[in-house]
């Protein structure tokens, strides 16, 4: 966004617009700082300034929380004007920008006057800001295309796209409707270039826009793709269409389970395995199962998401989607089921099997058709030994993961590994409640209002974990944070 020409200022309006962040959490996120991060340079600002000639570091990323949430039922952090005004220095904003009204409705009588008497810095408000354009305004009828009013421009989209001024995944489906209908009845190759285009575009955005956003442009892709499907095409063209129809309905999968609709994630999955069977795509139908495996891992049903990863070993046949199966498949439900030699056999076989695969750097996208980067497969290896209560193998490959070079451009993937740490340090002969709690409160401020559902799942966990020592603070507030996380779609 920053390279896109966008201010702070502006870029935390639409982080709160779009996330439904506090205003102090949106202007940190837009700095790009963790809790403990941005403690770290309100401490440096404040010893510069002669605040804390000591040294004594006051601020730290537990506390920070508490300042961010103020004022929910039993935050004990007050936002004091001198605070406020150290925050406004280090994230480089006006102190009003700071609050807002459940703030200023909490405010003692004295800190509103003083605050109410500071220069005010002018922003762009929410209002200001236009609204993204709904899949659902671009309609296909008939043979013909028709369209609605023309849609105002995101501000937040303008950094996802390649001219500076539209909704990348929206703008690519507008095309691809006009492709389609110079398509005609037998399919050209500029519009199955254009289908290949998308779906990789989708795939390298899609833990900066998420499932809610992108589903609806999927989905509606996947429509327009099978009224082609059911036309005539040319032999090499029609393979070429059903693998992308196939890859398609594994995308609206595999979100549907990350949105929590179990139901409509294995509907989706029968189709995009029915489809790569048809053309023989051995790949497309091993990266299903895995979806598939992933899904019944997030219901609760850990033996269905071993036979599913296993299942789909016998069409990697050892290739790269195999990795995938061992590391995020069968290691993971085998943790869930207590079997600690099973867990490091396939965690061990994953890295194995990557040593002759050629693998992207940081780290590769979650949703992706391609291999698991090294990053990728350590961070699944560590949620499995959550599992089997392995707190030292957890910290190692939590390390691993997030050392790598690029791996921390992944925002779920950081708090996943953030809170499968906090897990593991509540396991063993000493545990750490109290750091347990705090690492999960900072992980789960990050996820923003509305997470992932393996966000979801593993927040509230690590509270079911953490509950016998209620009477932490920490925990208090991890309880909390961990109950108003949204609920997931009906099953």
């Not at 952090?77 to 102190?95: D, F, K, N, S």
């Not at 016998?468 to 997931?488: G, M």
Request: charged share 20%; net charge negative.
């Amino acid at each position: 966004m920053r390279t896109a020409g966008m201010s702070h200022d502006e870029i935390a309006v639409e982080f709160a617009r779009r996330y439904q962040l506090r205003p102090r959490a949106a202007y940190r996120v837009a700095h790009g700082w963790t809790q403990t991060q941005a403690a770290n340079h309100i401490n440096a600002h404040a010893a510069r300034a002669g605040l804390d000639p000591h040294g004594a570091a006051t601020m730290t990323g537990p506390r920070l929380s508490e300042l961010e949430n103020w004022p929910l039922p039993n935050n004990r952090r007050r936002p004091t004007p001198q605070i406020l005004a150290l925050l406004a220095e280090v994230y480089g904003t006006g102190i009003h920008n700071l609050i807002d009204l459940d703030d200023r409705e909490h405010l003692t009588p004295a800190d509103s006057l003083l605050i109410s008497k500071t220069t005010k810095t002018k922003r762009v408000r929410p209002e200001e800001l236009p609204k993204p354009r709904d899949a659902a305004q671009v309609e296909i009828v008939g043979k013909g295309i028709g369209t609605s009013t023309p849609a105002m421009i995101s501000v937040a989209d303008v950094t996802a796209s390649l001219s500076g001024g539209f909704d990348r995944q929206a703008e690519l489906l507008d095309v691809g409707l006009r492709l389609q209908y110079f398509a005609g009845p037998s399919t050209q190759t500029p519009f199955l270039d254009y289908v290949d285009g998308f779906i990789e575009d989708c795939v390298a955005s899609y833990e900066t826009r998420g499932p809610a956003l992108l589903m609806p442009l999927v989905v509606r892709q996947r429509k327009g793709v099978q009224t082609l499907v059911e036309g005539w095409q040319l032999p090499r063209d029609r393979i070429r269409l059903l693998r992308a129809a196939g890859q398609l309905s594994g995308l609206a999968g595999y979100m549907a389970v990350n949105l929590g609709d179990f139901p409509l994630a294995r509907a989706y999955c029968v189709e995009a395995f029915t489809l790569a069977v048809a053309v023989e795509d051995s790949d497309l139908a091993a990266w299903v199962r895995g979806t598939e495996s992933l899904c019944a891992y997030y219901a609760g049903d850990y033996r269905l998401a071993l036979e599913r990863a296993r299942e789909g070993q016998t069409h990697a046949a050892g290739g790269p989607q195999a990795i995938r199966l061992a590391v995020n498949g069968e290691a993971r439900a085998l943790g869930q089921l207590g079997d600690r030699g099973g867990v490091r056999e396939a965690v061990g076989r994953a890295f194995d099997l990557a040593e002759d695969t050629e693998l992207p750097e940081g780290m590769s996208p979650c949703i992706s058709f391609g291999a698991y980067s090294l990053a990728r497969i350590a961070a699944n290896a560590a949620t499995a030994h959550v599992g089997t209560g392995d707190t030292a193998l957890v910290q190692s490959y939590a390390q691993t993961a997030s050392s790598m070079p690029g791996a921390d451009r992944s925002r779920w993937s950081d708090v996943l590994i953030t809170l499968d740490v906090a897990t593991a340090l509540t396991a063993g002969a000493d545990p750490d409640p109290e750091h347990s709690a705090a690492l999960g409160v900072e992980a789960l401020t990050r996820a923003g209002a509305a997470p992932i559902e393996s966000i979801r799942q593993r927040g509230q966990e690590l509270a079911r974990r953490t509950a016998p020592w209620r009477t932490l603070p920490a925990v208090a507030e991890l309880a909390e944070v961990s109950q108003a996380l949204p609920h997931s779609a009906p099953r």
